[in-house]
């Protein structure tokens, strides 16, 4: 099959590499919750070989995450297992779990169910990666983020961006500490969380 392309992926990874390759230094075992096209999943596990990185998904998105896998040369990069937030995930811990670009296309109980079932697979100490766009107190950071906003709730009422202090006290709640937030091009950020 064709592969799937996002434009956004190949314009955010390099930014996001440059922050993933300190927050993950100590991590083995990366869980990436809804590896969607399989770029990131790709680039990232090539940029760094120390990692096993496991994509998932919904099953509707495994070929298209395997048809990049195919051409990927290396053997730290596992095919994608199902992960449904609200319903299955894997049995097994990991050290670091890295997500892109999901919140927002999430309901909101669906992102509650994703902070209340991480604990099922965090290690101790594990670190916790979100990318993505945040609004703060409430507001939108920029005028596209309000637009792209819009867009959202166009497509689906359900989805939207996600109030950053909202996230945050689900991650608390998931016994998380937030370490630190990294402003991003395209008015998105990379939320770092850690397993305390």
Not at 151 to 179: S, T, Y
């Amino acid at each position: 099959m064709e592969k799937p392309y996002s434009q956004a992926c190949e314009n955010n990874k390099l930014p996001i590499l440059a922050v993933l390759r300190q927050a993950f230094r100590e991590a083995r075992q990366v869980l990436e919750v809804g590896s969607g096209t399989g770029q990131h999943a790709v680039y990232f596990a090539g940029e760094m070989p120390h990692l096993s990185w496991q994509c998932s998904d919904l099953r509707a998105n495994h070929a298209g995450i395997n048809a990049w896998l195919a051409d990927y040369p290396g053997s730290n990069l596992l095919p994608p297992v199902e992960l449904d937030v609200a319903g299955t995930w894997p049995t097994q811990l990991f050290d670091a779990v890295y997500t892109a670009n999901t919140l927002h296309i999430m309901s909101w109980p669906h992102v509650q169910s994703f902070f209340q079932n991480l604990g099922a697979v965090l290690a101790s100490g594990a670190v916790l990666a979100v990318y993505g766009p945040f609004n703060y107190q409430g507001q939108f950071t920029s005028a596209s983020n309000a637009q792209f906003n819009e867009w959202l709730k166009e497509a689906d009422p359900a989805r939207g961006i996600r109030d950053f202090e909202a996230v945050n006290q689900l991650a608390e709640n998931a016994g998380l500490q937030l370490l630190a937030d990294h402003a991003m091009p395209a008015n998105n950020r990379l939320l770092l969380w850690q397993l305390v």
